[in-house]
């Protein structure tokens, strides 16, 4: 060691630099260039200065129909033309840009073939949109497109590699709500400038995160009465209409309510009244229903949506299928003395099975087959039942259940001795029944309240009203199809269900001409005579009619009154609906 090395003392520690926050800076490279996709629209336009601003200087933007306006010819870059939707057509639009330069980023989904170049992007950047992250009814196929790419931005940061999807709100300078209040009116957003989106992007490109949501809330307006008042007003005011002159029954579907506004009214119903509801079920709230909750009474539309709930329960228990066998059991017993279900308005046996598996004895029913559509007249479907009857049980001893033409069916089988016992259901009050000549619209009409258990009243009378807009009964029974499939949604079994209403207008029309030659062959004398005879039958027929009980004040002096007095085998009795009538009377 030298001399002069002799006064060495040791290192001493250096006081490392002091712990400060920083911030990290967007920053586009000038000798890079940059791919905008659709970089001609509204957006696009906004955001090549913003990004000037930021250093970037080459720029390369796609569009299918090139420059048109002098705004769009007022910046330096490159159009191109080529296809990105195409293998070929992006291949030709990575060439054209590395000749300008290497590719610094893309805002755009191009993420399969820039992979395969020598070198990372600094920035792969996709405008997404708040309708994939929220969900908005009517734009499913737009939000999956923008999942689908939110998926790729995740990929790539697992990979290592640059991505970020931004869930953009509505925008108000540019796009489609440029100029437009309408479709926000009812929103909890308002539109965000676009210098305000550029602004946040710069932050939103300094971290990690694939997927990120930028949008502005709506003043919250503090909770009170008057709150609901003046969310329904602006409903009124958005949807063009005045609740005093239009008519009560109108549904908001038929007005033509916007998908944002039925979102809104569907978040306050479950916010306030904790009623989890779809948007199809929104849309089918009336405006008299409406009304009501705008006054405080939201008893109403509770009443509305618990009915359409029940009715689209039983609707989705419904097989609209045409069987291919002649009869089903409807349970597992197999002794005792059978009971057979005529067949049935909508061909199968759903309203049936409930009691079928309460019953101690063989329940099974007589199924409409194909073989059946092809008969013409009531007297040729009572000859095909005696004979399918007549192979089943030859010996008889078997009791029988129907309604609508199979209780005519069930009558006939008793008269001829075949059956022991008849339960049938008389469901026919309507006085236009025996009209010489039925309209289309009312065997429509009677057909949908044959269906009345599985649609809601205000849905029925919706597609009344629709039905009475077309001249063809073809067109017609397709658009209620249309309408029970859709009010139905996913579940429903109906791969046949037009041409069972075809069955079912068919039916009507048999049955009513059976009644009216009825009718006119058989004089009041006569009629009285064969009241006599069923009356010797005591205990074999049981008829069950529906009746309001509740307009009546002596329920004992009026059923005595209507027995006739030559007919005191008839015995009336009440049955209490909270039973099932069939059960009672079965078993």
């Not at 059946?372 to 259940?401: A, R």
Request: with cysteine; aromatic share 8%.
């Amino acid at each position: 060691m030298r001399d002069e090395e002799m006064d060495r003392q040791p290192l001493k520690a250096i006081k490392p630099a002091v712990d400060m926050m920083v911030t990290v800076k967007t920053y586009f490279h000038p000798n890079k260039v940059y791919i905008i996709a659709g970089g001609l629209g509204g957006f696009g336009m906004e955001l090549v200065p913003w990004m000037l601003y930021y250093g970037a200087r080459k720029f390369v933007v796609t569009s299918r129909s090139g420059v048109k306006t002098g705004y769009q010819r007022w910046c330096d870059y490159v159009v191109s033309t080529a296809d990105c939707l195409t293998i070929e057509g992006t291949q030709q639009l990575l060439k054209e840009t590395q000749k300008l330069g290497p590719i610094g980023g893309i805002f755009a989904n191009l993420d399969q073939l820039t992979r395969k170049l020598d070198y990372n992007l600094d920035y792969f950047v996709i405008f997404s949109s708040m309708a994939c992250g929220k969900g908005n009814a009517g734009q499913s196929n737009y939000s999956f497109g923008n999942s689908m790419c939110e998926r790729i931005c995740e990929v790539r940061r697992r990979d290592g590699l640059h991505g970020l999807a931004v869930q953009y709100g509505p925008i108000g300078d540019v796009g489609v709500f440029e100029g437009s209040d309408q479709l926000i009116t009812l929103s909890s957003l308002r539109k965000q400038r676009i210098n305000s989106c550029c602004d946040v992007l710069d932050k939103l490109l300094a971290i990690n995160t694939p997927i990120v949501t930028s949008f502005i809330k709506a003043d919250k307006i503090q909770k009170g009465a008057g709150t609901k008042q003046r969310m329904i007003a602006e409903l009124w005011r958005a949807l063009g209409i005045d609740p005093n002159t239009t008519p009560n029954h109108i549904t908001l579907g038929e007005i033509g309510m916007e998908s944002m506004f039925a979102v809104e009214l569907q978040q306050e119903l479950e916010r306030e009244w904790n009623m989890k509801i779809s948007l199809n079920q929104v849309k089918s709230i009336t405006i008299g229903m409406l009304k009501d909750y705008e006054s405080g009474n939201v008893s109403n539309v509770k009443k509305h949506i618990d009915h359409l709930k029940r009715s689209r329960a039983n609707l989705l228990k419904q097989k609209f299928i045409i069987p291919s066998d002649p009869y089903v059991r409807l349970n597992g017993v197999t002794k005792g003395k059978p009971v057979y279900f005529m067949p049935t308005v909508l061909l199968n046996f759903s309203m049936f099975e409930e009691l079928a598996q309460k019953l101690n004895r063989p329940a099974i029913g007589l199924n409409w087959t194909h073989e059946v559509s092809k008969l013409t007249t009531l007297k040729q479907i009572l000859k095909f039942y005696q004979q399918l009857l007549n192979v089943l049980e030859p010996n008889g001893q078997f009791d029988v259940v129907g309604y609508f033409d199979g209780a005519i069916v069930c009558s006939t089988l008793l008269l001829k001795e075949m059956a022991d016992k008849a339960v049938i259901v008389d469901l026919i009050r309507d006085h236009r029944f025996c009209d010489e000549k039925l309209t289309d619209d009312f065997l429509l009409e009677f057909l949908l309240t044959v269906m009345s258990t599985e649609i809601p009243e205000s849905f029925k009378d919706k597609i009344v009203r629709e039905i009475k807009k077309e001249q063809d009964i073809k067109v017609k029974v397709r658009l209620i199809v249309n309408e029970i499939v859709d009010f139905a949604g996913k579940g429903l079994v109906a791969p046949d269900m037009e041409e069972i209403l075809h069955v079912m207008i068919a039916r009507i029309r048999m049955l009513s001409e059976y009644r009216l030659n009825k009718r006119k062959k058989y004089s009041n004398r006569l009629k009285l005579t064969i009241g006599k005879k069923w009356a010797k039958k005591s205990g074999k027929l049981i008829m069950i009619k529906p009746f309001k009980w509740d307009t009546v004040d002596n329920v004992a002096e009026f059923m005595e009154k209507s027995r006739d007095d030559d007919s005191k085998n008839i015995s009336m009795e009440m049955v209490d609906t909270s039973i099932d009538p069939d059960e009672e009377l079965l078993v």
